[in-house]
């Protein structure tokens, strides 16, 4: 399976700003998925990122607060902007390997005061 | 609506016995359904996936079953270890245009107790 890291692994973060996190692939991948896992709860779709395209948000969730770049298939990133606690969880990419099976990235936990 | 539907959402067993999990989805056209596994403070790593061409799948102590027909597939563990203790995600495939995302399941905290 591919090597996935994200930074920063953890931050803490005022109401009202913005992270935005990173995703780094060692190998070449068509498609990343961003999820948000609320505490003590089920993995949630963000989007997906495609190389070359916009990205595609799930239901519920819009560019303006969750805004995406894929510059190259190897490296893709996630801000959550206009922070407010309820955006207070783990934030997790994922990549697909060997046709539908997803490995995901070890987490950014997010805790917004 | 896409959906999956995990049950237990906790379920405790002592050491050396068997712990199952069901899970169900609606979309009847899903054709993969992987099994993750979180300890606390860790990403899910996939621990056994079975695709629908597949009535049954097994990896040492654990096991897939999948019905189609009734759209339901389980995760089995036998002879229960403490190191088992963890939640545990069913996910189902749903194709989207020329791509696929998964629907995850709320999730089974599974302890087992020494």
């Known amino acids: 399976s591919a090597v996935i890291s994200q930074k920063p692994s953890r931050d803490i973060c005022q109401r009202g700003t913005s992270l935005t996190i990173q995703c780094q692939v060692d190998?070449?991948?068509?498609?990343m998925f961003w999820y948000r896992q609320q505490p003590g709860q089920s993995l949630t779709l963000i989007a997906t990122?495609?190389?070359?395209?916009?990205?595609?948000?799930e239901s519920g969730f819009v560019i303006d607060k969750f805004p995406i770049s894929r510059p190259n298939l190897t490296f893709s990133t996630l801000t959550v902007s206009n922070m407010s606690p309820e955006d207070s969880s783990i934030y997790l990419c994922?990549?697909?390997?060997?046709?539908?099976?997803?490995?995901f990235g070890p987490g950014t936990r997010l805790l917004v005061l | 609506g896409e959906n999956v539907e995990q049950h237990p959402s906790t379920l405790s067993v002592q050491e050396g016995d068997s712990a199952v999990i069901k899970c169900t989805y609606s979309?009847?056209?899903?054709?993969?359904f992987p099994w993750y596994k979180q300890e606390l403070g860790k990403r899910p790593q996939l621990i056994i996936d079975?695709?629908?061409?597949?009535g049954e799948k097994k990896d040492q102590r654990i096991a897939v079953t999948l019905n189609k027909t009734a759209k339901h597939f389980s995760l089995h563990i036998t002879e229960t270890q403490p190191e088992d203790s963890a939640v545990y995600f069913c996910?189902?495939?749903?194709?989207?245009?020329?791509?696929?995302?998964?629907?995850f399941g709320s999730g089974t905290r599974l302890l087992v107790r020494p």
């Open positions: 994922s990549v697909p390997s060997g046709g539908q099976t997803q490995y």
């Open positions: 996910a189902a495939s749903i194709q989207k245009d020329s791509s696929y995302k998964l629907i």
């Open positions: 190998s070449q991948v068509t498609m």
């Open positions: 079975i695709r629908s061409n597949v």
């Open positions: 990122a495609n190389q070359g395209s916009e990205a595609t948000y």
């Open positions: 979309d009847s056209a899903s054709n993969y």
